[in-house]
């Protein structure tokens, strides 16, 4: 039986454990309180440089910031976006080393009403969240989700870019703004009233309302999430719905630029998770450092480089105020959803092998949109109704989208021959009990053999006018993945008005195209014209 005191004890070989004896690897003289991977140890002042130096450093290589413009920061409140509201505040500091040149602000969109939480809980997260907000003397913005009943269909139009992000106007703006004596230039060179440090000093433009949401409103939101079957939907849908909000936000308030809190974990899981829900045509946009998908406001991740842990152990180390609001996918099994089993997969994965994260972050990096060159300048029906990005469905015949159709309409009993329904016709609307195909307009009020008018109960199909199912018509206008999401919905009636409203204008649009198209001129034909 093996005891503590056997002869071969002190013969065993001890190895040393980095602990927190073990110096700073940077100024090689302070003890080191923290490790980030293996053997890079830091001691508490050089992490916080290091910390601060990264954040300047994504700024400043891609220079899409330009200065005296309007940045808004979206902070939900968590770890992440909390330690870039903290970076922004130190580098607007007085003793800022280089000192931030942007105007910042700050949204908060809560998301207690898809999630279920009381109007009680709300409320005291919005106020924790309000106290924070206070403290940096930025302005602030906090938006029920609610609102998303309140949208113009114009939000979803696309907007073309008015910035030119190069590296030679960037430089210009910067010239400019020194001569100017640290004046606020916007994106074209001219000078602003007031200086940066008086702009973010008076920007107090928050409206000090009670937070408390429209009951009809709340109703409303309750039965659009219900009505979404699966999680994987909701998140997806959650998200798309968020972006919408803070769009509107940065448009009305003139921001030109939207700060994310997305760290490279979080990053990392959205890949894998995005080309799970098909999203691979949009990995680029969805995953790098600036996505200028809605033209006129660009998304930017300055906290892309970082990871979940280094920021846990600054916010930690500093004292950085967060507030912990519960979502949908909050105490849910590895399961319940793609983006849930993705994260525990990614995460656990880390544990074992501790270059996961950087090795799938670094994969991101390198894609690029085949169509980037288009989504500024497309044509409002080429983008997709939901996410904004170039719809990547005008595929040719002979690809795995079209096969992918071909197999849901054998599934479903439908004719796969071009002598079949017409293609409005494809896919039963959401809702709908037997899958029926719609009479022809010839037999609408008739007593023919497709039972038209039939009434009986449970919608078998039929139609008392000519025109398409609406899943139909949102089927076109949307990308695969948005389709997926529709489609995981028991009726789209519980949809927005903004939405559907921006379905039927661009419907409009395609039909009358079609109508004058014989009148139009082609761009070769256009060409071959005289002067």
Known sequence: MCQVDEEYNGLLESTSLPGASKKCMKCKEGTAVLIIRAGDAFCRSCFKEYFIHKFRAMLGKNRVIFPGEKVLLAVSGGLASSSMLAQVQEGLSRDAHKKLRFVPGIVYVDEGGASGRSLEERQQAAAQLEHIFQATGFPYHIVPLEEIFTLPSSILEAVSAISDSSASSYKAAVDQFIQNGGEAVDHKGKAQDSSLADAVSQLQTHDRQPFIPPADQTQALARLFASVKTLTAKEDFLQTLRQHLILRVARLRGYSKVMLGESCTRLAIKLLSSISLGRGAALALDTGFADPRFGDVVMVRPMRDYSSKEIAFYNHLFS????????????????????RLTESFVTKLQTDFPSTVSTIYRT????????????????????????????????????????????????????????????HASAPALGSGSGGQCCSSSSVGGSGEGGCGGGGGGGGGCCSTPRPPVNSD?????????????????????????ITAEAERRK????????ISEFLLGEDEDEEQPC
């Open 320 to 339: 950085v105020p967060s507030v912990f609001t519960p979502g949908l996918d909050t105490k849910t099994s590895d399961k319940a959803s793609i983006q």
């Open 364 to 423: 991101s990096e390198k894609l690029q949109s085949a169509r980037s060159a288009q989504t500024n300048d497309a044509e409002p029906p080429s983008k997709c109704l939901l996410c904004l990005c170039a719809l990547d469905t005008a595929v040719e015949e002979a690809s795995a989208f079209n096969a992918t159709l071909q197999s849901e309409r054998l599934s479903q009993g439908k004719k796969a021959s071009g002598l079949g329904p017409p293609a």
């Open 474 to 498: 949102l089927k076109s206008l949307l990308c695969y993945s948005c389709r997926l999401t529709i489609k995981d919905m028991t009726t789209v009636d519980t949809l927005p008005s903004y």
């Open 508 to 515: 409009r649009r395609v039909e009358m195209r079609k109508e």
